[in-house]
């Protein structure tokens, strides 16, 4: 079966990238991306492609390039789920936030929402893509939906989680590590599964599109987070015995990273891990084990999560203890705020946590990242509902400016490791803060040892 018209229900960050690339390397294939959203899908279509609602580095030029000739954005739904072969669900799947499984298991209300809509609209056979992330045997679920109160269409599921990495969304997706696709052993889903490796196989080879059974695809994805997430807070845990002993975790990681069987990657100690997917994805899997009265797997992975709070706890509580346990009405400079550098996606970000943490304290925070609005670190904290959203905005101040925002602080803390925090003239930020001025890099990103020559007080993590 050759496809011709492909659907993406969910203009987000996954949605929109990965289907970007698709219309790029599949120009003979018509992409139309819907959303519920009106707001996003406007600025999708945003006349500048500098506007679009997502930034990801490489993004804005292939949008430009394959907008309009076969990349479309639309909030008509049911137009797309009709014409489309192929059917992406990719929408958000966050922790639940009340009900059974609340503050732990997927929330999977949006993708009930697009499996009825699917069985509602479909007249002829589709095949349905799990873009989302999923618990292991969502598909079930969606199958059960569509086969019963579909119009007597076939469906054919399947599983193809995404592995991009936010920050290098568009490098990842050009080159990907491996593509998965999970589908259902009979001649059908083997069609299906056929099907979406030939839109694949337009840029990637043959040997990186792994093909499985649908489960071992759907635990595929939350097994890979949770070893990812698992290898940050592994080092992050060392990091805070290096703080005992003398040790440096610098050193210690890139000892044990030659190590081929370990290897250098993720093993950079920090004020914790952030984004969208870890976190949710942990809890999910911990929630999926309890509920199969598998205690001692749920136990064993939560305690990624308890040392990732852990962390950002123990870096609030840092600056607190060294600035003379007291910052009220200090002035403490945030640089970054997004989870990761090169996004400006603030989910989960730790920089919330810390900030939400200092101004318990009472202390003024004043930020600047170069990609996050005011509006969404305000939203940020006013999701966390810990105080009013007046009184957040008294104690949040933002910058367009690093040397604004540093500008008479007692301390700087590095929350996010943008790449220009390290070219900054921090002679000029020295002389302009408070005096002794100190510095938490919480990404262990800045030279300690020219801030010490400056006459800085540099407190990194891990050393
Ligand atoms: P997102 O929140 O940025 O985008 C989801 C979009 O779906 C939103 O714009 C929302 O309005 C839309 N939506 C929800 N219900 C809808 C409906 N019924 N009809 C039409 N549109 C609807 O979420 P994001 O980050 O793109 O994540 C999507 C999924 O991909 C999640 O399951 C996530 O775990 C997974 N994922 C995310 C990665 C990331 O780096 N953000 C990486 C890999 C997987």
């Known amino acids: 079966m050759k496809i011709t018209k492909i659907c993406c229900i969910g203009a987000g960050y996954v949605g929109g990238p990965t289907m970007a690339v698709i219309a790029q390397k599949c120009p003979d294939i018509q992409v139309t991306v819907v959303d519920l959203n009106e707001k996003r899908i406007a600025d999708w279509n945003d006349p500048n492609p500098e506007n679009i609602p997502i930034y990801e580095p490489g993004l804005s030029e292939i949008v430009a390039e394959a907008r309009g000739r076969n990349l479309f954005f639309s909030t008509d739904v049911d137009k797309a789920i009709d014409e489309a072969e192929m059917i992406f669900i990719s929408v958000n799947t966050p922790t639940k936030t009340y009900g059974k499984g609340k503050g732990m298991a997927a929330d999977l209300k949006y993708i009930e929402l697009c499996a009825r809509q699917i069985a509602r609209v479909a007249k002829q056979n589709k095949i349905v893509v799990e873009k989302s992330t999923l618990p292991v045997r969502t598909a079930e679920a969606i199958k059960s939906i569509l086969d019963n109160t579909g119009n007597g269409v076939q469906f054919q599921i399947l599983s193809n989680p995404e592995f991009l990495a936010e920050g290098t969304a568009v490098a990842d997706l050009l080159s990907p590590d491996r593509i998965l696709i999970g589908g259902d052993i009979t001649e059908e889903g083997q ?25 071992s695809s759907e635990l595929s994805k939350l097994t890979a987070n949770a070893f990812l997430a698992q290898r940050i807070s592994s080092i992050n845990a060392m990091s805070e015995l290096c703080e005992k002993t003398g040790a440096d975790v610098n050193e210690v990681a890139r000892a044990i990273g030659m190590d081929s069987r370990i290897g250098p990657k993720f093993l950079k100690a920090s004020v914790g891990f952030g984004g969208s997917c870890f976190q949710k994805d942990i809890l999910n899997l911990v929630y999926i084990a309890k509920s199969y009265g598998l205690n001692e797997v749920a136990d064993y992975w939560e305690q990624v999560i308890i040392m990732n709070d852990h962390q950002k706890r123990r870096f609030s509580n840092k600056i607190v203890q060294t600035l003379y346990n007291t910052v009220a009405d200090k002035k403490i400079a945030f640089l970054g705020w997004a989870f990761k550098k090169d996004t400006n996606d ?117 050393s």
């Not at 099907?195 to 792994?210: F, G, H």
Request: include cysteine; hydrophobic fraction near 40%.
């Open 191 to 215: 069609e299906a599964i056929n099907a979406l490796v030939n839109v694949y196989a337009n840029w990637v080879d043959k040997e990186r599109i792994l093909t499985t059974n649908v489960w």
């Open 346 to 462: 603030t989910r989960e970000s730790a920089a919330i946590y810390v900030a939400d943490d200092l101004i318990n304290e009472q202390a003024k925070i004043s930020v600047y990242d170069p990609k996050v609005s005011r509006a969404k670190m305000q939203a940020d904290l006013n999701y966390l509902e810990t105080r009013s959203k007046e009184e957040n905005n008294d104690f949040l101040y933002t910058f367009n400016n690093a040397y604004e925002a540093c500008k008479g602080a007692h301390a700087v803390a590095v929350l996010t490791e943008w790449d220009e925090f390290r070219t900054y003239d921090w002679q000029k930020i020295y002389d302009s803060m408070h005096k002794p001025a100190f510095i938490f890099d919480g990404r262990n990103i800045l030279d300690s040892k020219h801030l010490e020559s400056i006459g800085f007080v540099y407190n990194g993590i891990g």
